[in-house]
């Protein structure tokens, strides 16, 4: 019997208003300068999709449930509530057009977070039972069967075997007291198998003893996305439980943006406890390994190429300046687009929006950021750190006839990686 | 009742009662905000994040980059030229500053009248540019509640009446003032109830948002 | 007393030459703004007038205004005119007292209905008619009794024009000027305690020059004289504007001449002609003897918050006010805290765990 009602998501939306949320509800000037800075609303011109109009119905409930005016006005009749319909209505702008890439938050003038805000806003409609199909399919496949896309165990074993055969490198499962627990996202398996093959590698190189865990390997988290912490810490137990069970050091989030902000900033807060473990970034291992020497690389990629930064990593992680490091590794003639870094425009892609088969349309529309910063730049690779990205990257490439590959940062470098022999 | 009487009436009950609603609301809403507070972070944070909050604190008044001011340059110009202004005129004029010296025991150098003067110029005609903004340009028309037009008239007056009364113009000069300190005080009283609030609150949206970023080791 | 001999011959045989007569002229002319085509029209207007019948009314005043009129070391026109004018009816200065000023006043009256000019300094009390009496008649009664047939009224001095003194908080003889009694007749108000003399002489010459009162602002008071305020013609202006005040009167500030703004200077609000026509002859007025002005040509100039209190300043204590704004503000903002917390608390509390079957909405068959 589903508990999906009005009330349901109005209880749950109460809690999820903070000193931080009303802060920035009481500070909020209607300057619109919020809209410029997303690509949902940019490329399309709507003004609905201006990122503070998205929380609306937060707003109201704020004003009327925390403060001393509002609830006056609501004693006597002068408030409006918020409905139903209106949260249905919401449902496009919180979900189909946003991508949580929080490029808003950084350009609001009186210093709001309203990504911060639209991740707590994606509680209450979802509790009301307003979340799009796709996310609930998602979510639903994530819990029963541990993998968004429908990934299963077999699967990944089977490709385990691909890399035995080609590379003559184990893929450890299970390895108690290994330094590393790796992570893996369903679309690389799926999609980019490239990647599990190079973190082989580059370990080997590095003589750094890793894991995978077949209890859970997945490190998206449906939860995150459809905005539910109840499921997003059920997700995230798994990782953890894993983890602490193998008794490793560090806990690695793969090429996947929402992933790293699901096991390391949003995991201990939702299991509300620390973890004994640290939890790294792919990248952010790779570029300790560089910088202790722990593995080289040979030759230079002579294209000309670019980086885009994946907003949960870069903008919303912290990781900004690893990517380049490592790339200055095997790259030449490497430049950045002109918004980048933390500025950096969203693939259109993120926060769920790919798993929505509505916002199918309205995502390409978005990619036109994307080409807009590529167009004049000239480059002939784009590189990435998301597999999410990537697909969009490709799709919207494609879609434009625009004929630049598009290549994940931790396979360029092994690509590159110099291997020794005498690891063997 | 004549200019004085009015005179003498605006500058002591109704600053009073201006001044009590303006101290009590304000008060309820900022202790509304802080005592919701936000719950400790677990994760392992990059930095405490306190720098960060401070530096978000200053900075976020200079937009992030070129290339975002200049998709929001009307907003930019004209919000800096208003507030500005704004300050200036409020807290280096004069007579403003008299009124100040008497409240809290202390004051401090004005500039010369006409440089105020200037300033207050800039400010309305920053108000207007901003006014005709809100109400051609689709996102800010859409965002737009009849309270932002209220709050636009409240800030518009007092400069506008301070101006006439300097310059002498259409109004005796008493009647002038008289306009001009109900409208500030009409200013105050709208403060605890309106996005005027903001003056007192975005220190605390910034610093949240500085410390979030800061805790993961992003500077905003 | 009466004397129909015209103004020119008998200010000739004081000795004014002719010369000195028309520089006066031109005096009054240039004061008032009129071009100098007027100053033969105002010589001649003077010269002849047959010095209009003048009764002048008494009431709760301190004899200051006439001081200020009257008093000359050396003599002055002004003195020379009021010497002239057929003062029929002056308190101060009239020889006879008692009965006979009365009939004096009642003669006059009679064989100058229509045509005298009433001129009044002080206020007239209403709460008691007795508070202030002449020959047993009240301030009232007189006044009503002579404004009836008077062809215009002055109202010399604040306390006539405005209220002055009497009318301060809590004016407890319930004291009100003359244009509050008198509707039906035209008056000017010459306000200032006292006012300046060349202001009284300014406005007669303008009636007898075209035998009507001179513009007028919204307070009554003849534009020519208080069409700006002190503080738009005061010399020290500049160092309001770079910001230069006095803060004590005797501070660096005070012997360097600076403004006097925050010692309580109304000179913003105050409309009067000190600071160009000055007093004595010129010779100085208060902000240039380093005292703020006082505002006194403005009504309740007494109530207007302090001498000595910089006009901003506000009459009441604004900052012990906002101490219990802000007191009063926290309680309530603790306890509407305390709810929020409650609210939420219990909002954490209740949270039933959304699990996967309640993200859809049940379908409604």
Redesign the interface.
Known sequence: ????TLE?GV??L??Q????????F????????C???CLF??ET?D??Y?P??KLEPMRRLWEQ?????GRLKKAIGLSQPVTDSELGEWSERVYDTCSLCGRC?????????IS?MIRRIREGL??A?H?PEGL?AA??RS??IGSPMGLRLPALQAQARHIKESTGLDIPFDQEGAEYLVLLSSMEVINFPEYLQAIARIFKQAGKRWTLSSEAFEATNSGIQ?G????ARELATRVVVAAEKLKVKTVISPECGHAYTAI??????LM????PF??QHILEVLDELRAAGLFKTEGMEDTRLTFHDPCQLV????V?DQPRNLLNMVASDFVEM??HG??NWCCGAGGGVSAIEEAAGIKMKAFDRKKAQLEGLNVDTLVTACANCRIQLEEGLEENEMEIPVVGLTELLADHLVEDDSHD | MNSGELLFWVRGTGLSIAVVIFTF?ML??LL????????R????L?SNGIGAGLR??IM??I???R??MR??MV??VA?YGFHIGLLVVIFLLAPHIQLFESLFGFGWPAISTPLVDLFAVVALISLIVLLWH?LT?????????PE?YLVWAASFLPLLSGYLAYHHLWLPYEWLLVTHILSVEFMLILF??T?L??AF??F???????V??GE????? | MKNDKPLGQLLKEQGVSRRGFLKYCATLASLMALPPSMVPAIAEALENARRPSVIWLSFQECTGCTESLTRSHAPTLEGLLFDHISLDYHHTLQAASGQAAEAAREAAMAENKDKYLLVVDGSIPLDNPGYSTIAGISNLDMLEEVAEHAAAIIAVGTCAAYGGLPHASPNPTGAVSVTDIIKDKPIVNVPGCPPIPVVISGVLAHFLTFGRLPDLDHLGRPLAFYGNNIHDRCYRRPFYDRGLFAHSFDDEGAKKGWCLYNLGCKGPVTYNACATIKWNEGTSFPIEAGHGCLGCSEPDFWDLGGFYNALPESPVDISRLAAYGIVGGAA?GVA?GLL?RQ??AQ??A?????????????EKS
Not at chain 1, 65 to 69: A, I, V
Not at chain 2, 32 to 39: A, D, S, V, W, Y
Not at chain 2, 204 to 210: E, L, P, Q, V
């Open positions: 019997m589903s508990k999906a349901r209880a749950i109460k809690e208003i903070n000193g931080p949320v009303a802060a920035y009481s500070s909020c000037v209607h300057c619109g300068i809209a410029e800075a609303y940019t011109g003004p609905a201006t503070i109009n449930e925390y403060t001393l005016f938050s950084m350009v609001c003038p009186v210093g709001n977070d911060y979802a509790a039972g979340a609930v979510s639903t819990v029963e459809i539910v912490s109840d499921i390391r900033w949003e995991g201990p807060n509300g406890r620390r973890f640290k939890v903008r919303k992680g912290g900004i002109d918004d933390t500025m | 609301g309820v809403r509304e905000i802080f005592m919701l507070g936000r719950r972070n677990l994760a392992e990059r978000t604190l976020r008044s937009p992030p980059d290339n975002s998709r929001s907003t930019v919000g809100r340009h689709p996102v800010v028309r859409y965002l737009s509640t932002d605890p109830f996005k609030a903001h609150t975005l605390i949206a910034r610093w949240y948002t500085g979030i970023a993961r080791g992003v500077e905003t | 309530a509407s929020n609210k939420k909002a954490t209740t949270h039933e765990t959304v699990n996967l079957s309640d993200l859809k909405r049940e």
